[in-house]
C-alpha cells in the first residue's frame, strides 16, 4: 500500500449566493489513511463532500482523482469512477425493496436500449444477498423494504451497496447519526474494516471520539477553511477543541 | 432458517403477512370494493349488472378512462400531478379532426395530434422541474390554455370527422365473443401491460419509483430525475391524447368540451387503486382497477336505480375512504420491523 494521494484537491472555493461555504481548501487523501472530517455545523464539511461526489460543482479550483483533473457532471460520474459517498440524509429509498436499493441507478439489465433495457431481477437478488452477507448484516430477504428496517440496518445497506460496487474511496457523512449505541459501533467496526481491506475513507463525524477511535488523519475545518490537517499520533483532543 | 427465540402468536404473524402484502399490493383495497361492489350491483340490478349488453356497456368505456388513469398513476408515482389531461383529451382528437377536415390523409393528422399531446407533457415537465414550481400548478395552468387552444382551433364549429377516412377497424369496431368489446379495449390491453412491464420490470421504471419515493436519494445515486419525471409527463400527456382520440373516434365528432372533469376522476382513479399522493407507491393495476371501480359505480347506480347525481356523492365519498384506508394500513405495515437474524 503506498502513500499516494487518490484525491487532491487545490484552491477549491464554494459560493452559495453570497454564503462563501467553502474557503480555498487545499487537501490530500491518501491511499492508505482515513481521514477523519471534523468541524462545528456549517464548516463546510458537506459542502466538501458535495464537490467530490459530484452533487455540486467548485465555484473555483481543481480536483484531482488518482492524478487526473476532474470535473464530475453529477453523482454518477463520480461513482463510475469509484468514490461511493453515504451522505448525511439516508441514500435510501424507503418505499422501494432492499434489493432495488442496492441497484439504483446501476441497475444490471438482460438487455437494453439506449439505456433503457429489462432488469435481471435475479441477478439482482442474488447480489444484494451476497453483498450484504459480506458486510455480516442478517438480513431476512432482499425484498423487504428498506422502509421497514432499523436507522442502523440502512445504513447498513448503504455500505454494503458501496462495498458491492467496488468503490476506490468511501465517504462517510455522518453516517452514525441517530443511531443507537450498539448500531454505531458497528458502522465504527466497518470504518475500521476498510483499512483492513485497502479502501481509503473520509469519515465526518461530530464525536470526535469517534474519529479518532477510527481514522489516521485528522481535518478539521471551521468557517470554511481548513484549520488543522494532522496525523492522528501528532494531535490530540484538546488541540483540536481549541481550533474550532 | 433460524427461529426468533420469543416464537410471535400465529395472530399477530398472520397481521404482519397482510400488511407487508398490503405494503407490496397496494392495489388490493380497490380490488375487494370492486368485488364488493360487482356483487352489489349484481344483486340490486336483478342480474342485468353483468350481463352481456351490461358488460359490453362497461368495457366499451373503460379504456378512455382507464388510459387517462393510468397515465396520472405513473407521474404521481414520480410525484407529479397532472391536472391537465381532460384538456389533453380533447386537444389531442381536435388536431387530428382539424387537420382531416382540411384534408390531410389520417396518419399524419393522428400523428399530429399525439404529437402535440406529447409537447404538452414536455412542457409541463420542463416547466415543473425548470422552475421548481409545484406541478399542480403548472397543470392547472395548462387545463386552461389547452381547453382554450381546443376552442380556438375548432374555429367555434366542431369540424365533422371525414368517417370515410378513420380506420374504425382498427380503433372502434366490435369485437371479441358476442362482440364484448371493442378493438380501443385491445390496445388499452397491450398498453396496459406495457405500462406495467415499465414500471416493474426496467430500470427506468426503477427509476420512476425512486425520484417519487425519496427525491434526494435518487438525485444522489446519479439518476437524472428531472429527465425522469419529463418522460412521465410526456407519457402521461400522451396517454390522455390518445384517450381522447379513441373516445372522439367512437362518438364521431370532436366536441371541444370532451374530458371536462377527467382529471379529478383520473386522480381519483388512481388513489382509489392504491398510489399515494406523496409518490413512490402505486401501481398502474391500481389504476385501472380504480377506473373500472369509477365506470362501475356509474352504471351500477344507473341500473340500481338511483338518480345518476348521487354519482358524484360516491366517487367523492370512495376517493376520500380510500386515502383514509390507504394511510391507516400504510401506518400499519410502517410499524411493523422486519426481524433479523441476531
Ligand atoms: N445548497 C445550499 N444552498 C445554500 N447554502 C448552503 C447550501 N449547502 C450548504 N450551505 C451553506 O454552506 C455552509 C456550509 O454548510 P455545510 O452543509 O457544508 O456544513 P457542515 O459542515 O456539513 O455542517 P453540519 O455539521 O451541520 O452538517 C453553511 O453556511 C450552509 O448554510
Ligand atoms: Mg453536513
Not at chain 1, 467530490?52 to 460543482?57: E, F, I, P, V
Not at chain 2, 402468536?9 to 380490488?31: C, H, Q, V
Not at chain 2, 360487482?38 to 368495457?59: H, K, M, P
Not at chain 2, 382539424?98 to 396518419?107: D, H, K, M, Q, S
Request: hydrophobic share 50%; proline share 4%; aromatic share 8%.
Amino acid at each position: 500500500m503506498n502513500s499516494d494521494p487518490i484525491i487532491q484537491v487545490k484552491n477549491l472555493h464554494k459560493w452559495y449566493s453570497g454564503v462563501h461555504a467553502l474557503k480555498d481548501v487545499t487537501l490530500d487523501f491518501r491511499r492508505n489513511e482515513t481521514v477523519g472530517l471534523v468541524g462545528d455545523n456549517g464548516a463546510g464539511k458537506s459542502t466538501l463532500i458535495n464537490l467530490l461526489s459530484g452533487m455540486q460543482s467548485p465555484t473555483e479550483g481543481e480536483i484531482f482523482f488518482e492524478g487526473n483533473k476532474v470535473s464530475f457532471k453529477g453523482p454518477a460520474d463520480a461513482m463510475e469512477a469509484g468514490i461511493e459517498t453515504i451522505y448525511q440524509y439516508n441514500s435510501m429509498v424507503p418505499t422501494m425493496s432492499i434489493a432495488r436499493n442496492m441497484f439504483i441507478g446501476r441497475e444490471p439489465m438482460k438487455y437494453s436500449i439506449g439505456g433503457i433495457g429489462i432488469l435481471d431481477t435475479k441477478k439482482m437478488a442474488v447480489e444484494s444477498v451476497q453483498a450484504i452477507a459480506d458486510v455480516d448484516l442478517h438480513l431476512r430477504s432482499p425484498d423487504a423494504l428498506v422502509g421497514e428496517l432499523s436507522g442502523g440496518q440502512r445504513q447498513g445497506v448503504a455500505i454494503a451497496r458501496a462495498m458491492h460496487f467496488k468503490s476506490k474511496v468511501m465517504i462517510l457523512d455522518e453516517p452514525t447519526n441517530h443511531l443507537a449505541v450498539k448500531e454505531t459501533q458497528k458502522v465504527l467496526g466497518f470504518i475500521k474494516s476498510l483499512k483492513t481491506i485497502g479502501i481509503p475513507g473520509i469519515f465526518i463525524s461530530h464525536n470526535i471520539h469517534h474519529v479518532f477511535e477510527c481514522c489516521d488523519r485528522m481535518v478539521a475545518m471551521a468557517r470554511g477553511e481548513v484549520v488543522l490537517n494532522k496525523r492522528v499520533e501528532d494531535t490530540n483532543m484538546t488541540e483540536i477543541l481549541e481550533v474550532l | 432458517m433460524r427461529r426468533p427465540s420469543n416464537v410471535p402468536s400465529n395472530d399477530t404473524i398472520s397481521m404482519k403477512r397482510f400488511f407487508k402484502i398490503y405494503l407490496e399490493k397496494p392495489e388490493l383495497a380497490g380490488l375487494v370494493f370492486l368485488a364488493i361492489l360487482t356483487i352489489v350491483f349484481q344483486a340490486r340490478s336483478g342480474g342485468v349488472f353483468l350481463n352481456g349488453v351490461n358488460l359490453q356497456g362497461i368495457l366499451g368505456l373503460l379504456p378512455e378512462v382507464a388510459l387517462v388513469a393510468m397515465g396520472v398513476t405513473l407521474l404521481m408515482i414520480c410525484g407529479e400531478f397532472d391536472l391537465s389531461v381532460g384538456s389533453v383529451f380533447a386537444l389531442t382528437p381536435m388536431s387530428m379532426a382539424v387537420l382531416l377536415e382540411a384534408g390531410w390523409p389520417f396518419l399524419p393528422a393522428i400523428s399530429v395530434g399525439l404529437f402535440v399531446a406529447m409537447a404538452v407533457g414536455f412542457v409541463n415537465g420542463v416547466l415543473t422541474v425548470k422552475f421548481a414550481i409545484p406541478s399542480f400548478i403548472t397543470t392547472l395552468g395548462m387545463l386552461f390554455v389547452a381547453r382554450s387552444l381546443t376552442v380556438v382551433i375548432s374555429g367555434g364549429f366542431p369540424p365533422l370527422l371525414p368517417l370515410n377516412v378513420i380506420p374504425k377497424w382498427l380503433f372502434v369496431t366490435y369485437v371479441g365473443p358476442g362482440d364484448m368489446f371493442r378493438v380501443s379495449f385491445i390496445w388499452f390491453v397491450v398498453i396496459a401491460v406495457g405500462m406495467t412491464l415499465l414500471l416493474s420490470r426496467t430500470n427506468f421504471g426503477n427509476w420512476v419509483r425512486a425520484t417519487g419515493g425519496f427525491l434526494p436519494a435518487a438525485k444522489s445515486m446519479g439518476i437524472p430525475t428531472k429527465r425522469v419525471k419529463i418522460a412521465c409527463f410526456m407519457i402521461c400527456s400522451l396517454l390522455a391524447g390518445f384517450a381522447g382520440t379513441l373516445q372522439v373516434m367512437r362518438l364521431g365528432a370532436p366536441l371541444p368540451s370532451i374530458g371536462e372533469g377527467l382529471e379529478l376522476q383520473a386522480v381519483a382513479a388512481a388513489v382509489i387503486g392504491g398510489t399515494a399522493l406523496t409518490g413512490g407507491i402505486g401501481t398502474i393495476l391500481g389504476g385501472i382497477i380504480g377506473a373500472t371501480l369509477i365506470r362501475v359505480i356509474d352504471n351500477g347506480l344507473v341500473l340500481s336505480q338511483v338518480d345518476a347525481n348521487w354519482f358524484k356523492m360516491a366517487l367523492g365519498a370512495l376517493t376520500v375512504f380510500a386515502v383514509i384506508l390507504n394511510a391507516w394500513l400504510r401506518k400499519k405495515a410502517k410499524s411493523i420491523k422486519v426481524e433479523t437474524g441476531k
